[in-house]
Each structure stands twice: as C-alpha cells, then as structure tokens.
C-alpha cells in the first residue's frame, strides 16, 4: 500500500466539485477554508467549485479539474468540494496513470467514495474518508482530522453524543443523543485492512470496472479485511439486498469484521430493522453498528488501505490506524 505525503505547514490543498458546487453554501465554504488556512494550509481552487449546481460542471471537466490538481506540483493534497449525487458521472474520465505517477493524498466525504475506492482498489494508493473542503467546523471530529492529515494518527475514540435527521436539517447542530456503540458480541476486537465509505454510493460499484475488489482481496487476504458503511437513506431492506449482493461477489471473501455507522435517514417498508438486515446477512461475522461513522456527526476519519483497528466494550469503543 502506498501512503502519500501527509501535509505540513505552508501546503496547499487542492480543491475540485467532483460533485455538487458550493454556491448554495458560500458562507460555510469559505468559513471552512478559513480553518484549514488557519491551520497553515494554502487553498487552490480548480474548476467550477463555487458553481450553484448540482454538478460542478460536465463530467468531463470536472475530471479534468481533478487531474490538473494532481499534476500541479504546487499541490500537495486534494479535497473534494462537497458531496451531492453525480460523482458516479466522472469516474470513465479520471486518469488513472496521472493519479499513480503523482500520488498525493485524496480526501473526500458521502459521494466521492466512488472515487476513494477507485483510487485505493485499482492503484494501491491509500485514500481519506473524512470531510469534504467544506465540511469544516469548530467541532472535535474536525480537529481529529486535521490531526490525521499532517500525520498525526491519534487513537479515534467514540465520542459522547450525535446527532440526528433532525440536527442534520437543522442550521444549528444538535448533539443530544448518547453514543452508543452495537455489536454482535459482548465485546469486540478485530483489525485488518480498511475499506469502505458511504453504502449508498458503494452498492452502485458492485460488478463495476471502476472498483477492483478481487485485487485487493487477494493482495490483503493475509491482514483480513474490515469494510465500513456510512448509510445515509438506504432503507433496511435496501441494504439487507446490497450486503447479500456484495457477499455474493466476494467482497466478503476474507472479511474480519464490519462498522456500520448511524442510518441518518431511517426506513423501512417490511419491519425489518437495520440490526435484522446486519443479522440476516452477514452475522457471522463479527460486526459494530451505530459507529460513529458517517452522516450522523460526530464521524471518524478512515483512511482506506490502511490497518485498523477496533475495539469496542459497553457500548463504547476506539479504533487506531497503522500504515504499513
């Protein structure tokens, strides 16, 4: 696994909307570009990233600007914009052969996974599952990541509350529900090579040429595998169907445990649950659910390709993560 350059002091991010533009949310854009210059980063921005759009341009530009930040010297990482829906569109554009001779650091939250797993599957380079360049606040779970992307791997333990669908619609947060993490055993610990990121974007990769599972199966079969799931409104029965699907194409084949995180937006049309759909598809397996990953905030930094590990006791839990 190759790890790209943490940043240091006076580097520059590069920023592209491989997804939705920023326009619709200047102020808290430029609020969290404030941050990261404050923590002594240079910010350059490529292509439409202020546009107010659902997309940040055609597809093709928008992969372009992608590979125009990884050939710029002067850049040193890149962060997606935000998140949205089309990310799907770019991935037949990304060049692939830029991103491997440039390797740097790719960070992006909820729909650029399609382009972290393509990274990390296809190209063997670690990538960031964290925040968006927009994402940015005076919150815990940020500071934690701005720790994580100079290099500082500290321990990522549970946090004390979320919040829910109702905090996440709202302009204020809402940290009031008490943390508590769910697992398929009294106690849980297991460690091995980490992949994942948002399930509703993952299930449309499934069978794909732009993620290359079978690769990193085998390449890693010795560590094991953990996979996350960040799931923001797929209903119980829509996930049960996805993790079967994922089992059947092997994507399980060396699995040595699963974090799901928090369901934001909760549904289901049978009374199943979201633990009977965990249970019903992959319960033998050890699995934690409720993890602070994800939509529901506070969310953990993951970084894809590299060993993690998990324990979890009483509800509470940690997870440490170790390049190698």
């Known amino acids: 696994m190759k790890y790209p350059k943490f940043l240091k002091e006076n580097d520059t991010v590069g920023v592209c909307a491989l997804s939705a533009g920023v326009g619709k949310k200047l102020e808290e854009y430029d609020a969290s570009l404030d941050i990261l210059r404050f923590n ?7 292509g439409n990233v202020r546009i107010n759009d659902e997309r940040g341009g055609s597809a093709k530009s928008r992969a372009n600007a992608l590979k125009t930040l990884y050939k710029d010297k002067d850049v040193d990482m890149v962060m997606c914009a935000a998140g949205g829906d089309f990310c799907y569109e770019v991935l037949p554009y990304i060049d692939l052969e830029t991103i491997k001779e440039n390797p740097k650091w790719f960070m992006g939250y909820s729909d650029p996974t399609s382009v972290c797993l393509m990274i990390t599957t296809k190209l063997d380079i670690a990538t960031i599952y964290g925040l968006n360049a927009g994402s940015y606040e005076e919150l815990k779970y940020c500071e934690d990541n701005l720790s994580i992307i100079k290099g500082d791997l500290i ?17 204020e947060r809402m940290f009031i529900h008490p943390v508590y993490w769910k697992g398929n055993n009294k106690e849980t610990k297991f460690k091995g090579r980490c992949i994942g990121g948002c399930l509703d974007v993952i299930k449309d990769m499934i069978g794909t040429d732009y993620i290359d599972m079978d690769n990193f199966n085998d390449k890693y079969k010795d560590d094991g595998i953990i996979w996350y799931f960040d799931i923001f409104a797929m209903s119980s029965e829509n996930v049960y169907r996805t993790l079967l699907q994922m089992k059947a194409a092997g ?22 649950t979201y633990e009977d759909a965990y249970n019903m598809a ?24 590299a060993i993690i590990e998990v324990e979890s006791s009483k509800g509470k839990g940690f997870i440490n993560f170790i390049l190698k």
Do not use: A, C, W
């Open 40 to 46: 002594g980063y240079k910010i350059k921005e490529k």
């Open 282 to 305: 992959i319960g033998d397996l050890p699995y934690l659910m409720d993890v602070d990953i994800g939509h529901s905030s506070p969310s953990m930094t993951m970084i894809n390709g």
């Open 251 to 272: 994507y399980f084949k060396y699995t040595n445990g699963i974090l799901f995180g928090r369901v934001l937006f909760d549904s289901n049309f049978t009374e199943m």
């Open 155 to 171: 321990t990522q333990y549970s946090y004390e509350l979320y919040e829910d669908k109702e905090g996440f619609l709202s302009d």
